[in-house]
T-cell receptor, first 111, second 114 residues
């Protein structure tokens, strides 16, 4: 089964609002990554947070990680129509090199 | 810089036919990954290579699937014979090495098996 599960499955917000999506995973991890996929395209790496970090920022992105709850959240502030995409978390269990992707959150930002 | 290149971008074939998907990783990247994406199963890792050697093929669904990497700049994923349930988007991704975390994805090949 999938290592990561995102929620919500779909999210629709107005431009300028913040978007928050969550990821839960099952095993211990070395790090957790978030990727974006625009319709009909490949995945693009957004941000990585290591297991010893609790929060990380990159531009309008803020990622938190709670290893005790095996969960992470991605916050996109001041969303834009161009942020419309699917967002996936990916985790790599220790001892492997395989990233396992979650089910994704489909974000729609309305102009 | 050119990213990961995949061909063809779209493939429509009939059940029973052989399908070959191609991938050129980013130059200098030593690790290559093949994924399959469907609505039902999400993004699944099929197989990955390091320095042209297959490391883990436990995600390959059946013997009908095979993958090769004859050199550092080329990999193929072959399905023979193809079946309708193989319809999916197939992605290739590369990264500099297994210890590197960031993966770079190609645009994908959308396969439809009729």
């Amino acid at each position: 089964s999938q290592q990561g599960e995102e929620d919500p499955q779909a999210l629709s917000i107005q431009e300028g609002e913040n978007a928050t999506m969550n990821c839960s995973y099952k095993t211990s991890i070395n790090n957790l990554q978030w990727y974006r996929q625009n319709s009909g395209r490949g995945l693009v790496h957004l941000i990585l947070i290591r297991s010893n970090e609790r929060e990380k920022h990159s531009g309008r992105l803020r990622v938190t990680l709670d290893t005790s709850k095996k969960s992470s959240s991605l916050l996109i502030t001041a969303s834009r129509a161009a942020d419309t995409a699917s967002y996936f978390c990916a985790t790599c269990p220790p001892g492997t090199y395989k990233y396992i992707f979650g089910t994704g959150t489909r974000l729609k930002v309305l102009a | 810089d050119a990213g990961v290149i995949q061909s063809p971008r779209h493939e429509v074939t009939e059940m029973g036919q052989e399908v070959t998907l191609r991938c050129k990783p980013i130059s200098g990247h030593n690790s290559l990954f093949w994924y399959r994406q469907t609505m039902m199963r999400g993004l699944e890792l099929l197989i990955y290579f390091n320095n042209n050697v297959p490391i883990d093929d436990s995600g390959m669904p059946e013997d009908r699937f095979s993958a090769k990497m004859p050199n550092a700049s080329f990999s193929t994923l072959k399905i023979q014979p193809s079946e309708p349930r193989d319809s999916a988007v197939y992605f290739c991704a590369s990264r500099t090495g297994l210890a590197e975390e960031t993966q770079y994805f190609g645009p994908g090949t959308r396969l439809l098996v009729l």
